[in-house]
């Protein structure tokens, strides 16, 4: 027999039973503290209704016990005050349906305990109360009934008007004679259903106190959650934006100390990737001078060929330190955004394009209205997205799409495209795919990785998929307004 189910996509089990209690559990931290509290607060009411009810038991035998105990104290006072032959009977006299007697020796009792010691209890004091003096006795039976149909059958307890206590007792004479009295007596006064105070116990209790610790619980939880909702915040403008603004530290002594760890964090990756920029830049600017050295020695190279081939492998070094520079030192935003007009940038773009490679670039689609950002990094990321597609594919469509809200410039071609498994990993820098694009068109790999990180800075993104017909579609997502702003509003 099956007795687990595999959770899809997980290697670990879980019994078919708690399949729907995970279905039904909250997802979210607030909610799962909020359903704690609440089923806490139950799994206390519950044994606090235990109580309740143990309670309200005996609040039910109190009067009838207090009745009979009276009673029977009478009777045994006026059969102690009767001649021994006279008092069977006076037991057949008094007898009763509800009120039965009988003379018993001593061997109708019995020295155990009564397993009803406070019901006992109640009836020696009360009996003790009567008489002036104490009176040996014993509680056998005792139980709480409702009253009986007219065919005979008994009310539940929860659902009589007037419950009864059925009980049996039995009463020592001065004598040693033993009185047993079997009896059956109900509430006096107005009736109260059991069920009727269950129902409202439950209302009040359980039903509006889970409602209030509710509200109380997400309201708590909401303003304890706060805090780590910002951490989060903070987190994904990180990883967005390393320069993002730093985390805001106010509040309780654990939050202070998480933001200003989280803030020591990003100022150390901040500091370090500044250090390996500058290392890197340094680097890439001091090799253009033997470049340049080894150009102008090639030029000297005898045969042709042989100098043809150092020019070649000196202009691939050269661009290889030029797309290293302006990775580093470029590709972030920096200064001021400022209102440019899309519509003239993309066919400036498209323009140079069409005069460095001699292919043209067509553009379509117009901007709804000027865009705020940072004029010379959308250039260049968007630049280096027409150049790939020209170097990549031969040709290179642009598709300007503004609804308002995002700004999105699409560059099209029909190439070979890129796989959707690589799609990804063609976004990191100096990664080529050699075997899928043509390895002879040159590149370093740095193109779609600035391209990624100018929109980035922007607050936006950068898709590709494939476009239809075939070849590659490179989508450069921009948003408008505030969210651009909150996401890039720290300099670079």
Same mark, same amino acid.
């Given at each position: ?7 899809p ?5 879980r019994?078919n039973?708690?399949s ?20 806490g607060m139950?799994?206390?009411?519950a ?10 038991r ?17 009777t ?6 009767s ?11 008094w007898?009763?349906s ?7 020796? #001593? ?11 406070e ?19 014993q509680l ?16 539940p ?5 007037q419950?009864?206590?059925?009980l049996?007792l039995?009463?020592?004479m ?5 009185l047993?009295?079997d009896?059956?007596?109900g ?7 059991p ?34 909702q910002?951490?989060?915040a ?5 990883g ?11 509040g309780p ?10 803030n020591a ?10 250090e390996r ?21 090639a030029?000297?190279?005898?045969p042709?060929a042989?100098?043809?081939k150092?020019?070649k ?9 030029a797309?290293?520079?302006?990775m580093?030192?470029?590709?972030h935003?920096?200064?001021p ?5 899309i519509?003239?940038?993309v066919h400036g ?6 005069e ?10 117009r ?12 250039r260049?990321?968007l630049?280096n ?8 594919? #031969?040709?290179?469509?642009l ?6 809200q ?12 890129i ?6 990993r ?8 050699e075997p ?10 740095? #193109? ?13 993104e ?10 590659l579609?490179?989508?450069l997502?921009l ?14």
């Amino acid at each position: 027999m099956n007795t687990a189910a595999a959770t899809p996509g997980q290697g670990r089990w879980r019994p078919n039973g708690l399949s729907w209690l995970a279905r039904l559990w909250p997802q979210t931290l607030s909610g799962r503290i909020a359903a704690i509290l609440v089923i806490g607060m139950l799994a206390a009411q519950a044994m606090t209704g235990t109580i309740w009810w143990e309670m309200r038991r005996s609040q039910l035998l109190e009067v009838p016990l207090r009745l009979v105990a009276a009673r029977a104290a009478d009777t045994l006072a006026l059969l102690q005050a009767s001649p021994p032959e006279q008092r069977a009977a006076l037991v057949a006299q008094w007898q009763g349906s509800r009120y039965q007697l009988q003379l018993v020796d #001593g061997a109708g009792a019995t020295t155990a305990p009564s397993p009803y010691p406070e019901a006992q209890a109640l009836v020696a004091q009360v009996i003790s109360e009567r008489l002036g003096q104490p009176v040996p006795l014993q509680l056998q039976q005792l139980a709480l009934l409702g009253e009986r149909h007219a065919d005979g059958r008994r009310h539940p307890v929860l659902l009589a008007d007037q419950p009864e206590a059925h009980l049996r007792l039995l009463l020592q004479m001065q004598d040693g004679q033993w009185l047993q009295i079997d009896a059956q007596e109900g509430e006096i006064g107005q009736p109260v259903q059991p069920l009727q105070a269950l129902a409202d116990y439950v209302l009040r209790v359980y039903l509006l106190r889970s409602l209030v610790i509710v509200a109380v619980a997400l309201i708590a939880v909401r303003l304890a959650m706060r805090p780590l909702q910002r951490l989060a915040a903070a987190a994904e403008a990180l990883g967005r934006n390393l320069h993002s603004p730093p985390m805001d530290a106010r509040g309780p002594r654990e939050v202070q100390q998480a933001a200003q760890a989280f803030n020591a964090m990003q100022q150390k990756i901040n500091e370090g990737l500044a250090e390996r920029t500058r290392f890197l830049a340094a680097v890439s600017h001091d090799l253009r001078s033997p470049i340049t050295r080894l150009r102008l020695r090639a030029e000297m190279l005898e045969p042709d060929a042989l100098r043809a081939k150092f020019r070649k492998d000196l202009e691939e070094m050269e661009h290889m330190v030029a797309s290293t520079l302006d990775m580093l030192t470029g590709a972030h935003a920096s200064g001021p955004r400022q209102t440019m007009d899309i519509h003239a940038l993309v066919h400036g773009v498209a323009q140079d394009m069409h005069e460095s490679s001699g292919l043209p670039v067509p553009v379509s689609g117009r901007a709804l209205q000027p865009y705020t950002g940072y004029a010379q990094s959308l250039r260049r990321g968007l630049q280096n997205l027409v150049e790939n597609a020209l170097r990549y594919a #031969g040709d290179a469509q642009l598709h300007i799409d503004d609804d308002g809200q995002q700004l999105r410039i699409h560059v099209r071609d029909h190439g070979p495209g890129i796989p959707a498994a690589q799609r990804e990993r063609v976004l990191e820098p100096y990664y080529r795919m050699e075997p899928s694009r043509n390895a002879a068109s040159g590149g370093v790999g740095l #193109g779609l990785s600035i391209a990624q990180t100018v929109a980035q800075a922007h607050g936006g993104e950068l898709l590709l998929r494939e476009a239809d017909g075939g070849g590659l579609e490179a989508v450069l997502v921009l948003p408008r307004g505030a969210a651009a702003e909150s996401t890039a509003s720290a300099p670079h």
